[in-house]
């Protein structure tokens, strides 16, 4: 049973760098699997869910274009974690994040989601 | 404001059926793009329920259905159920993003 779980600060002020990690189990984010792509996706308070980006097991990364300027998504294959780091927050990037292991190609779906954690930009 | 679009709410009697729809353009759902489908619990992670516009996955029951036409997609619910109140999302994928998009979900609320 794959799991993943996301971790990070309850606060973060703004102008800092938003910093969270997502350990999985059941599966490998080095994994050779067909299609794993390792998503962060947020859901911005009373809107929808929105992409961030993935990190796919050869290294690859592609970020949301709107976004890009200041997100970087990583794996540490030897702690089985997928990590986001957002610079230079506003109250703008208060939500619910969330990551999910990808299957498909670039048109992929999420199969497993972590619970999401909430990350307030507040001073 | 999303590039797929949603209603934000619709309600249905339990036992009825609704539907939900997603439209979006010629550069996502329109360019035969996969549509997904998720259901989102207060304080749970995101469920697929839909994925690659008609399949469901494992465990999920048939009173849940996919379709797609055109530039739009659709969930469909029958026989609703009091646990079927939830938050529902679209995904696709865009060409001119190059990325994943979503909807901006929709509430289903069982009277």
């Known amino acids: 049973q794959v799991q993943l779980q996301e971790s990070g600060p309850g606060l973060v002020r703004p102008s800092q760098t938003l910093s969270l990690t997502c350990t999985v189990y059941?599966?490998?984010?080095?994994?050779?699997?067909?299609?794993?792509?390792w998503n962060w996706v947020r859901q911005l308070p009373g809107k929808g869910l929105e992409w961030i980006g993935y990190?796919?097991?050869?290294?690859?990364?592609y970020y949301n274009p709107s976004l890009r300027s200041r997100v970087t998504i990583s794996a540490d294959a030897s702690k089985n974690q997928l990590s986001l780091t957002l610079t230079s927050v506003t109250a703008a990037d208060t939500a619910v994040y969330f990551c999910?292991?990808?299957?498909?190609?670039?048109?992929?779906?999420?199969?497993?989601w972590g619970q999401g954690i909430l990350v307030p930009v507040s001073s | 404001q999303s590039v797929l679009t949603q209603p934000p709410s619709v309600s249905g009697a339990p036992g009825q059926r609704v539907t939900i729809s997603c439209t979006g353009s010629s550069s996502n759902i329109g360019a035969d793009f996969d549509v997904h489908w998720y259901q989102i619990l207060p304080g749970a992670a995101p469920k697929l329920l839909i994925y690659s516009d008609t399949n469901r996955p494992a465990g999920v029951p048939d009173r849940f259905s996919g379709s797609k036409s055109g530039t739009s997609a659709s969930l469909a619910i029958t026989g609703l159920q009091a646990e079927d109140e939830a938050d529902y999302f679209c995904q696709s994928y865009d060409s001119g993003l190059s990325g994943s998009v979503f909807g901006g979900g929709t509430k289903l609320t069982v009277l």
């Open positions: 999910t292991r990808g299957r498909g190609s670039s048109s992929w779906y999420g199969d497993y």
């Open positions: 059941g599966d490998s984010v080095s994994s050779r699997g067909v299609g794993h792509y």
């Open positions: 990190f796919y097991y050869r290294g690859t990364t």
